[in-house]
């Protein structure tokens, strides 16, 4: 497959092309790649085109939003209708039944990989350490050190 132009600027066809890769995952280094130039022409054209921009967004969204949807869907269990064709006598018939799918938390892993600030399994603390702490924190540190050689 021969691999596209590279754009000089963000016509709808670059646009829709880069859309329809972030759907599918895309970072912004395979799409240096995709579209033969430097992540930092990405990092340019995502500054200075705005239907660009939200190309990569709308499509990194949509593919989220459709794999959280999905992935609710799959958490909860769900059933749809079927039809099925089989032989009866020689004869083809449609069969109508309905498919049932038990919960499943295994798409999980989808979000937790797009959106790790929202999906990720542990939440760092955020570092606010004030100097009284840290103080006491020296403090308790000397007390343990006098302790130990006291007892030495």
Known sequence: MA?????????PDVCDLAHKFCMLGATDDDLAGLFEVEPATIAEWIAGFPEFAAALKQGREIADATAAERLFQRAIGFSHEVEKVVQSGGKPVTVKYTEHYPPDTTL????????????????????????????ELDAASERARNFSRDRG
């Open 108 to 135: 999980v892993f989808w979000l937790k990989n797009r959106q790790r600030g929202r999906w990720r399994d542990k939440v760092e603390p955020e570092a606010d350490v004030s100097n009284d702490f840290l103080a």
């Open 3 to 11: 691999k596209p132009a590279r754009p000089t600027d963000c016509k």
